[in-house]
């Protein structure tokens, strides 16, 4: 974690790098179209800037020509035409600077924000487990949005600034005294070294109150996702004191950024005046002693005019950017995160043929102090069903998250037909497994969606013949908008059977030759369960099948039983044979088997 307060050697590491992730969408390779907008736009920006510094000499000819009491209104009238036309031709240039770049600045943000989402499904389950959704969604929103802002601010607004305060300085020593070019540098050296410092020390307040906005963000967010639990407990007025919490800490931090503002433009503003009443008087003493004309005078005027405009800008640009940075510097930080499962350097795709499945020698641990899975070994032979089962913590759903490839193992290998899952490409080796979770999460969209999420290229009527499989298809269609029908978030609109059964018709659409059912059926009631795991029982014929089991009713048929406990197997078996041996498998099986008949009873009762 980075600190809030940011030092001078950390500032300009932060300019250097932006400048070195900007550089690559504001020239990206293999885009001519792209880079010929992006050299239209500055030499559209050059043309303006040009233009606009030789402006004030037309209005000073026009000046000197009316204080001469000239009788040609030609004259001066041609010089107004000009100085209206360069006027106007300065800001055309600068419209078409901006009509080019648009496309650029487009999009480097539509990139950004693909590259980001990408980064983030590459990411592991380790760094999701930990995220803050609310928090991520503005990281990444400020982030994108920065990256706009600072191509724009650093491409068209500070070079052309400095270029633009050089050639008036040049100009000012060109047609007048030093006295004057000294003054103008000295008001733009002050204006400049308290415009950095100041909006340095306001970093730390930019900083804080994006911290404070995440915080909220994510607290918002974290209640509406669980709208029923503050329900189920009445918790409303607690949640929106603890937003509230959150908000009043982003109030302060957002008033000292203001406030600060504040101190900042009344300085600048003071420094500014100070070099125009310096300038103004100077050049007026020197017209009353008929060394300058009026239109000296007016040209002058005219000139820090257009230099206090850019040197305002600047200001403000340079807040702009700096908190762009700020803006970024999170998403640099994600887009910096290791991803902890890497495809090897040269993927192969994995080659199923029977599906044979064998841990061999399996260490595996989320936590270097906290051992999960110790010596693990077992063979799923192709087409047969092998179960695991063992009380909570003993590793059971860990060996399907490695066997998916969400965590690698810390020894030994898991191979699947002899490959190495490790040699393999993550998607042809998840393009292989199906899954159907214990909590079904769906998306926030239709049942057709959801089931078709299975395989996306999959026609309706495909569909529609998991939906048949999966035994959903009745439902569906009593449905008054049938297969359209959204199932809200999280599927919280469907029942627990509804939802097990939607994931089922989707993993038969997929038709994955590798099955895994983890504790599928352990959260729905008994009648319920005794359906869904029919279908189970359907889709897992002839497919190689991992169970992650809770209820051991559902696996007496497996080909073969492990009992996990602490990380290691401790038996193995058929389930008669495991019943025999009187060992801890049969305890597992007489509790529960109590627990069910004291269930039965008391609905009977």
Known sequence: MRKTEYSDKKLDKSVLETFQFLWKYLWPKGHFDLKWRVSLAFVCLILAKAVNVYVPFFLKQAVDELSLGTTLLSLPMGLILAYGFARVSTQVFAELRDFFFAKVSSRAQRRVALETFEKLHKLSLRFHLDRQTGGLSRVIERGTRGIDLALDFLTFNIIPTFVELGLVVAVLLGHFDWPFAAITCSTIVIYTVFTFTVTNWRTRFRTEMNKKDSEANTKAIDSLLNYETVKYFGNEEHEARRYDLSLIDYERASVRSQTSLSYLNVGQGVIIGAGLISLMWLSASQVVSGRQSVGDFVLLNTYLLQLYLPLNYLGMVYRETRQCFIDMEKMFELMGESVEVKDPEEPKDLVVGHGEIIFDSVNFSYNSDRPIL??????????????????????????????????????????????DIRDVSQKSLRQKIGVVPQDTVLFNDSILYNIQYGRVEA???????????????????????????????????????????????????????????????????????????????????????????????????????????????????????????????????????????????????
């Open 374 to 419: 110790k010596n693990v070994s077992f063979k799923v032979q192709a087409g047969k069903t092998v179960a695991v089962v063992g009380p909570s913590g003993s590793g059971k759903s860990t060996i399907a998250r490695l066997l998916f490839r969400f965590y690698d193992v810390n020894s030994g290998c898991i191979l699947i037909d002899g490959q």
């Open 459 to 605: 026609s309706f009527e495909e569909v529609q013949g998991a939906a048949r499989a999966a035994k959903i298809a009745d439902f569906i269609e009593s449905l008054p908008e049938k297969y359209k029908t959204s199932v809200g978030e999280r599927g919280l609109k469907l029942s627990g059977g509804e939802k097990q059964r939607v994931a089922i018709a989707r993993t038969i659409l997929k038709n994955p030759p590798i099955l895994i059912f983890d504790e599928a059926t352990s959260a729905l009631d008994s009648h319920t369960e005794k359906e869904i795991q029919k279908s189970l029982d359907e889709i897992s014929k002839y497919r190689t099948t991992l169970v992650i089991a809770h209820r051991l009713s559902t696996i007496v048929d497996a080909d073969e039983i492990l009992v996990l406990k602490d990380g290691q197997v401790i038996e193995r078996g058929t389930h008669n044979a495991l019943i025999s041996q009187n060992g801890h498998y049969k305890e597992m099986w007489e509790r529960q088997q109590k627990a069910s008949l004291k269930e039965q009873s008391t609905l009977g009762a």
